[in-house]
C-alpha cells in the first residue's frame, strides 16, 4: 500500500458487498433477528450532512449486529407525497412525479458512496402505487373494524390555494405558502378514532423503557389526561331548544368564582344566533378568521360577544351571568363552552378586565388574609392554598383534592358527573390536494359511500393534471372522477380528497417487512421482523408520527396484519442530535444579511473574508439551514476526504444525541487519523515475519481491553466514546514493539472495531493483513475476561502533598519494594537532592506520599 486513496478502495468495497449480497436480509428461524430503521427522508433532492450523521448512526448498529451474529433487517425508503411536490410543479412547471422521482434518484445516488449496509432491494416510496394501493386496502378494512368516519368539521381553509392546511401551515394567521388569510371552514372529513385508544396509548407509554424520557413525556401531555366534571348550566332568554349549555372542567373547585360563560363560534347555538343576528354573524366570521390550532388562537387577541342570553348557577338560581361568543374557544376541545374563573385563571382575568365582568377569588395563598386581585392568582394543583369559597368550607388543602371534592361534592347533588377526558381529538386525514394516497371510496346517489372493491386496487392518480389553477386537480380532471358504483354498478363519484401524508409514514416500519408482497404485510415476514429494535430518528417527530404509528399499529393488529407483540412497534427509540455550522454573512444594499456559504468563505486568525477580500461577519453556531447557506454538502466532503472521514468525524465529536458542529479542521483532523491507521497497517505488514518484540502481553491486554470497552459503547449508542477508546488503542499499537504475529493481530482487531465506522478502510485492513473473506461478515471478536484482569497498579506519587509523578507496579508487591521503586524515580531523586525523605508512605493500591 503507498498512501490512503478513498477515491479509490471505497468504491470497490462497496461493489464486493454488492456482489457478495452482504446486507440483503434473510428471514433465518435459525438465527435471532435484528431490525435497525433511521426515519426515511422527503426526497427535497439533496442530502445534507444532518443525512450522514443519522444514517451512520444505524448503518454502525446494523453492522455491529451483523457481526454478531443476527439476521439485519435495515432497509431505506422515501416519504414521498406531499405539498413541496405540489408547490414545485405549480412554480417550476413539470409534474410532481417526475420531480419526486427525480430526487429520489439523485439522493439515491449520494447515499450509495456512503457505504451504507442499507438492503436496497426493499427500498420503496410511500408515492408508488405499489405501496398506496395497499395503504388504500388497509383504509377499507378500517372501515369495516369502524376506525374511520366521515363527519362534519372545522379545518384551516386556504382562500388562494383552495385547500385545508394543517395547523402547523398556518403562519400568523397566515396560509404558509399563498400569505392568504386562513379561514375557518366547516368541511365534510374523513377520521380515525384514534381517541378510542386514548387510554391505552397513554397506558402503554410506562412500558416503552428503551424511549428517551422526554419523548415519552410529550407523548403523555399530547394525549393529555384530565379528571373532571362535566355538568350543565341552565339558559335565561335562550332560543327553544337551548335550555341548557354543557360544559366540561377539570377545575370544578372554582365553579363558586364563575363570572361569565363561554362558548365557541362553531358552537351549534352561536350558529343559531348567527343566522338572526348580523352583528353576531359579524363577530362570528370575524373568529373563523383565526387558525384552529390552540397556538393560534392563544396569540390572538381575546375578543368576545355578548349574545344577550344568562345562565343560572348550579347553586343559586339567583346568581346569573351573560354567555358570551369568544374568539378563543375551541369546539373540538370539552363541549365547546366554559365558564371562566377570572381569579384564577390568566386568559379569563384578562376577558372579564376588558369587559367589565365581576373578579371573585376561589382561594387564596396559604397564610393570606386577602386577595390580591391584580393579576390571576393560578398556583400549581399540588400547592396548598386556603379556600374562601370551596365546596368543603374556608380549609386549607391542595387543588388535586379540591377538585376530588367538588366533583363529589357536585354529583352529590346531582349537579353534573365526574368524567375522564383526553386532549387527544381523532385524526383528520383528508387533505384537498392531488399528490397524495387517494381515499378508496365512491359517493353513489342511490347507495351513499361505498368503499371501492379491492380487486380495484389501486385508485392510482392520473397523470394528465394540471396545476395552472388553484384547488385539487382531481375535482377539475375530466374522467379520472367518474366511475362505477362498486355496490349497485350506477354512475358515481370518486373521492377527490387525498390522505394526510402522516398515514404514509405511519406504517412504512411494517411494509419494509415484505415490501412487494400483494397485501399490507405478510403474516410470517411480520412475525419474523416486527418489532423495530432501534428506530433512529429525529425530536421534530416526538409526537405526531410517533403517536400515528402507535395507532396504525393497533389498527393493523385488529384487521389482522400485524401480530399482537407489535401493537407496540419501536422498542428503542433514540433522538439524534443535529449537525450544525456558524453562519457568514455580509450585508447587501438594502441592509439586510446576504448569506454566503462556508465553500465561499475564507477564514484568517483575523475573522473571514470573500475571495475578492469583502470582510465577512461570523454569526452564530445554528442547524444547517438552506436559506443560510450554512450548509455542507456531503458529497464535497467525500470528494475530498472520503466517506470514512464524513462517517469518522459525524460519529467523534459529541454525544449522538447531542448537536455537533462540522469544522472543516474536525474533517482534515478525521482524516489525518484514518491515514495514521493506514500507514500503521503498512508498516506492521511490512516488518520481517521472525521479528521478535516484547511487550506482547502488554499489547495483548491493551487489545481485549478495547474489545470489551468498542463493545459496551456501542451497545449503550456512546458513539463517541467508542471512537475515543479506539484511538487510545491505535496509540497503543503504535507505540508498541510486540512481535509481528501481536501486532498483526492487534491491527486486524482495530480494523474490525472500526468497521462499523468506517467500514472501507477497515476492509482494506482486513484484506491487507490476509483476513478471511469480508470484514463485513467476520464475527465480531470477544474479549477474553482472563485479560481483562489487571495485574498491576498505577500509583501517584505525592512530594509534600503534590503530585509529581506516576508508577505502575504489581498490585501484590511488597511496601518494602514500592519504596525502593519510588527511590529510584527520576522526579523523586531530583526533589531530594542527593538526601534522605522525612517520610515515605506507602498506600497499598492508592498512593505514595514523600515528605521532604
Not at 381523532?426 to 359517493?443: E, F
Not at 404514509?504 to 405478510?522: C, E, G, L, Q
Request: net charge negative; charged share 25%.
Amino acid at each position: 500500500m503507498s498512501r490512503y486513496d478513498p477515491a479509490q478502495i471505497e468504491p470497490k468495497w462497496q461493489k464486493a458487498w454488492e456482489e457478495a449480497g452482504c446486507f440483503t436480509a434473510r428471514r433465518d428461524p435459525a438465527k435471532p433477528k435484528y431490525y435497525v430503521l433511521e426515519m426515511f427522508p422527503y426526497p427535497s433532492g439533496r442530502i445534507h450532512i444532518g443525512h450522514v450523521r443519522n444514517y451512520t448512526m444505524g448503518d454502525v448498529v446494523a453492522r455491529y449486529k451483523s457481526s454478531c451474529g443476527f439476521s439485519v433487517l435495515h432497509p431505506m425508503g422515501w416519504d414521498a407525497f406531499g405539498m413541496p411536490a405540489e408547490n414545485a410543479a405549480m412554480e417550476r412547471g413539470g409534474h410532481p412525479k417526475d420531480w419526486t422521482y427525480g430526487n429520489i434518484a439523485q439522493m439515491r445516488g449520494q447515499m450509495k458512496p456512503l457505504g451504507l449496509s442499507i438492503d436496497w432491494s426493499r427500498e420503496f416510496a410511500t408515492c408508488d402505487p405499489e405501496y398506496y394501493g395497499q395503504q388504500q386496502s388497509m383504509f377499507i378494512d378500517f372501515m369495516e373494524k369502524g376506525l374511520v368516519y366521515r363527519k362534519n368539521a372545522v379545518v384551516n381553509w386556504d382562500p388562494v390555494d383552495m385547500t385545508v392546511l394543517a395547523n402547523e401551515q398556518v403562519i400568523d394567521g397566515k396560509g404558509w405558502r399563498s400569505g392568504a388569510e386562513v379561514e375557518r371552514r366547516e368541511l365534510t372529513q374523513w377520521f380515525f378514532r384514534i381517541s378510542d385508544f386514548s387510554g391505552e396509548l397513554l397506558d402503554a407509554i410506562d412500558g416503552l423503557k428503551d424511549w428517551p424520557e422526554k419523548v415519552r413525556l410529550m407523548q403523555a401531555n399530547w394525549i393529555g389526561k384530565s379528571r373532571g366534571l362535566q355538568f350543565a348550566f341552565s339558559t335565561v332568554d335562550a332560543p327553544e331548544g337551548f335550555d341548557r349549555l354543557e360544559v366540561y372542567t377539570t377545575r370544578p373547585d372554582t365553579l363558586m368564582g364563575a363570572s361569565f360563560a363561554a362558548i365557541s363560534p362553531d358552537h351549534p347555538l352561536a350558529k343559531h344566533l348567527e343566522r338572526h343576528d348580523p352583528k353576531i354573524a359579524e363577530f362570528v366570521a370575524e373568529c373563523r378568521r383565526i387558525g384552529t390550532s390552540e397556538e393560534a388562537l392563544e396569540k390572538a387577541e381575546k375578543k368576545g360577544l355578548d349574545t344577550g342570553i344568562h345562565v343560572r348557577h348550579p347553586f343559586d338560581e339567583a346568581w346569573e351571568m351573560p354567555v358570551y361568543i369568544a374568539n378563543f374557544i375551541l369546539m373540538d376541545y370539552g363541549t365547546g363552552a366554559i365558564f371562566g374563573c377570572p381569579a384564577h385563571d390568566q386568559r379569563d382575568f384578562d376577558f372579564a378586565t376588558k369587559y367589565g365582568l365581576p373578579i371573585p377569588p376561589v382561594f387564596v395563598a396559604e397564610g393570606a388574609e386577602e386577595a390580591d386581585l391584580s393579576e390571576a392568582y393560578v398556583p400549581m394543583k399540588s400547592e396548598r392554598v386556603r379556600y374562601v369559597r370551596g365546596f368543603a368550607g374556608d380549609e386549607v388543602q391542595t387543588g388535586e383534592a379540591a377538585v376530588d371534592a367538588a366533583i363529589a361534592f357536585c354529583e352529590g347533588k346531582g349537579v353534573g358527573r365526574g368524567v375522564t377526558n383526553y386532549r387527544l381529538r381523532d385524526w383528520g386525514v383528508s387533505r384537498q390536494r392531488y399528490w397524495g394516497c387517494p381515499i378508496p371510496v365512491v359517493h353513489c346517489e342511490a347507495c351513499g359511500v361505498v368503499a371501492e372493491k379491492k380487486e380495484n386496487l389501486p385508485v392510482e392518480l392520473p397523470y394528465d393534471v394540471s396545476f395552472d389553477q388553484p384547488g385539487n386537480p382531481l375535482d377539475r380532471h375530466p374522467t379520472w372522477r367518474d366511475c362505477a358504483c362498486p355496490k349497485c354498478g350506477a354512475p358515481a363519484k370518486r373521492e377527490t380528497d387525498t390522505m394526510d401524508t402522516f398515514v404514509d409514514s405511519s406504517w412504512y416500519y411494517a411494509r419494509f417487512t415484505a415490501p412487494h408482497a400483494n397485501t399490507p404485510t405478510v403474516a410470517e415476514d411480520a412475525d419474523y421482523w416486527m418489532n423495530v429494535d432501534q428506530y433512529i430518528g429525529g425530536i421534530e417527530h416526538a409526537i405526531l408520527h410517533l403517536l400515528y404509528s402507535r395507532f396504525f399499529a393497533r389498527a393493523m393488529h385488529i384487521c389482522g396484519h400485524l401480530p399482537k407483540k407489535a401493537v407496540e412497534p419501536f422498542n428503542a427509540l433514540f433522538t439524534q442530535g443535529m449537525v450544525t455550522h456558524e453562519t457568514y454573512s455580509t450585508k447587501g444594499k438594502d441592509g439586510r444579511p446576504v448569506w454566503h456559504t462556508p465553500d465561499d468563505v475564507t477564514r484568517t486568525a483575523d475573522g473571514a473574508t470573500l475571495a475578492d477580500g469583502t470582510p465577512v461577519d461570523i454569526g452564530p453556531v445554528i442547524k444547517m439551514s438552506k436559506s443560510k447557506k450554512n450548509v455542507v454538502d456531503p458529497m464535497d466532503i467525500i470528494a475530498r476526504y472520503g466517506a470514512d472521514t464524513a462517517r469518522w468525524f459525524v460519529m467523534s465529536d459529541s454525544p449522538p444525541e447531542r448537536d455537533v458542529e462540522w469544522t472543516a479542521a474536525g474533517a482534515e483532523a478525521a482524516q489525518k487519523h484514518l491515514t495514521r491507521v493506514w500507514t500503521l497497517s503498512d508498516r506492521i505488514g511490512s516488518l520481517p515475519d521472525g521479528k521478535p518484540g516484547t511487550g506482547d502481553e502488554d499489547l495483548a491486554r491493551a487489545m481485549h481491553r478495547a474489545i470489551h470497552d468498542v463493545t459496551q459503547t456501542i451497545e449503550g449508542f456512546a458513539f463517541n466514546k467508542a471512537i475515543a477508546k479506539l484511538y487510545e488503542f491505535a496509540n497503543a499499537i503504535q507505540k508498541s514493539d510486540a512481535s509481528k504475529p501481536v501486532q498483526r493481530q492487534a491491527i486486524m482487531v482495530l480494523a474490525q472495531l472500526m468497521s462499523p465506522m468506517t467500514p472501507h478502510l477497515a476492509e482494506d485492513i482486513w484484506a491487507h493483513q490476509g483476513g478471511e473473506g469480508l470484514i463485513a461478515q467476520a464475527p465480531w471478536p470477544k474479549a477474553d475476561p482472563a485479560m481483562l484482569v489487571d495485574d498491576n497498579v498505577t500509583l501517584p506519587i505525592q512530594i509534600n502533598g503534590k503530585r509529581r509523578a506516576e508508577i505502575s507496579v504489581p498490585k501484590e508487591m511488597p511496601a518494602s519494594e514500592v519504596e525502593k521503586i519510588v527511590l529510584a524515580d527520576e522526579a523523586v531523586i531530583r526533589a531530594l537532592n542527593g538526601g534522605a525523605p522525612k517520610k515515605l508512605i506507602v498506600v497499598p493500591g492508592r498512593i505514595v506520599n514523600v515528605v521532604i
